[in-house]
């Protein structure tokens, strides 16, 4: 069957029943919070001490992520006013490459995502299990049934999911920095630990391992991008992306920083790299033990609730690909009255749930995440380039700051990323280059059918 012909720009603009524009730009800025904010700060510090073996390299490991996650969101914001539809990245690629490199990385999307998705949920199901005594089986049940409930939700109603995701940003936020007044409650640890924070990195040679590190920081600030993909549903985009992109990730930044600072005010250096319960125990040891379980549940609670910006925001990449005739037709249908993507929502939540349901053997795809999408975040910087070389950005709309430093940031962090990950996890970052390799088969499949 030949994939339908891609439906018009302008008949997209113009259509009422296509995606109802109901983001504002403090709902935006929180959704982007809220989908970048998962567990990775709690778990990400203790893995780039252990790459990197001091305090001053682990900070500016995080500095380092910190600088490509804003350069890429200033890249991303740019484009996403010049095209604000839903999508993101598959709409700027597509643009800049044509339709193969755009269906490449809606490939990798498809496959990755719900897996980060799935992954989220059993981690927050482990954790509450951990708290209620809960067994396998019935963690297993409450996972499927969350992401059951979370996908109806989505299909719903994506104004409800936008308030809650919201207002789930909120607590968050509110919740991490209680974490870092506790920690920083403590006396600390003592002056000949601080001395003494350097221990042995995981990695021998020091650069592959401050580059992996800089990879572990991306896991926690993976979701830098998520605004994008929802462009078309923010409204007055020429004026509220930019805000919105901005003020989350200034948020999201200021947390990480003032967390990592918190766990290295509570915990020794050595114990930090080697704790993965980070949160737990930092907070255990100022306020006694027992307070574990607070944090044990409020990992439980952010893990679950960044499933809802996840189903919200990532089905938007295989719906874009369905206006376009890329893939199956049905994938773009909008519900004429619930006004969603419901299709390619239900192809997302049902991903997902497959991959819970399948067992925890699916979870060793999830080291393919980052090395998977690091290629295409290079040739969005590209795109750009490529945009302000058709038109320079309009008079009074949105361009990067110190354009084109952003890009040559982000590339060289590509380039150093891509680098790093074949030096320290060959296999991994193969296996990331072979799904993307996949995605140029599916392609031809499709195009020929």
């Not at 990992?299 to 990532?314: G, I, R, Y």
């Not at 990331?432 to 140029?440: D, E, K, R, T, V």
Request: charged share 10%.
């Amino acid at each position: 069957m030949e994939p339908s012909p891609p439906t018009p720009a302008s008949t997209i603009a113009s259509d009422p029943s296509r995606l109802p524009r109901h983001l504002g730009p403090w709902n935006a800025a929180l959704l982007l919070v809220t989908f970048t904010i998962g567990v990775g700060i709690l778990q990400s510090p203790g893995v780039v001490a252990a790459k990197t073996g001091s305090v001053a390299l682990s900070y500016a490991a995080w500095i380092v992520g910190a600088i490509a996650a804003v350069c890429g969101s200033l890249v991303m914001a740019e484009l996403a006013v010049r095209t604000p539809r839903s999508g993101g990245t598959t709409v700027f690629l597509r643009e800049a490459f044509g339709p193969r490199v755009a269906f490449m990385f809606g490939w990798t999307s498809i496959f990755l995502n719900p897996v980060s998705a799935a992954a989220i949920t059993i981690v927050s199901m482990r954790n509450l299990g951990s708290i209620l005594g809960l067994d396998a089986r019935t963690q297993l049940v409450l996972g499927l049934a969350w992401v059951g409930m979370i996908t109806l939700l989505n299909m719903r109603s994506s104004r409800v999911v936008g308030r809650i995701v919201g207002g789930v940003g909120l607590l968050k936020i509110s919740a991490l920095a209680a974490v870092v007044v506790v920690c920083f409650s403590g006396s600390g640890v003592t002056a000949a630990a601080t001395d003494a924070a350097i221990v042995a990195p995981e990695i021998p040679s020091p650069w592959v391992g401050f580059g992996l590190a800089v990879i572990a920081t991306m896991f926690a600030y993976d979701g830098w991008d998520g605004l994008a993909l929802v462009a078309g549903e923010v409204r007055e985009p020429k004026r509220n992306l930019p805000r919105a992109t901005l003020l989350g990730m200034g948020l999201i930044l200021a947390v990480y920083l003032a967390m990592n600072a918190g766990f290295f005010h509570a915990l020794p250096f050595a114990e930090m790299a080697t704790t993965p319960a980070l949160a737990a125990t930092a907070v255990g040891r100022v306020i006694g033990e027992n307070a574990g379980r607070f944090v044990t549940a409020f990992v439980a609670f952010s893990a679950a609730s960044t499933v809802f910006s996840s189903l919200m925001c990532n089905p938007r990449i295989v719906f874009a690909l369905a206006e376009e005739g890329q893939f199956f037709r049905s994938a773009a249908f909008v519900h004429p009255r619930w006004k969603t993507p419901v299709v390619a929502i239900a192809i997302y939540g049902t991903m997902t749930m497959l991959y819970i349901a399948s067992g925890s053997g699916f979870e060793r795809l999830t080291r393919y995440m980052i090395l998977g999408f690091l290629p295409f975040y290079g040739l969005v910087a590209i795109a750009a380039v490529l945009a302000r070389r058709r038109s320079a950005p309009v008079a009074g709309n949105y361009s990067m700051p110190l354009y084109p430093l952003p890009v040559v940031l982000m590339l060289g962090y590509v380039a150093c990323g891509i680098a790093s990950g074949f030096a320290g996890h060959f296999m991994a970052s193969l296996g990331g280059l072979l799904i993307i390799g996949s995605g140029a088969l599916i392609y031809e499949i499709f195009r020929r059918r």
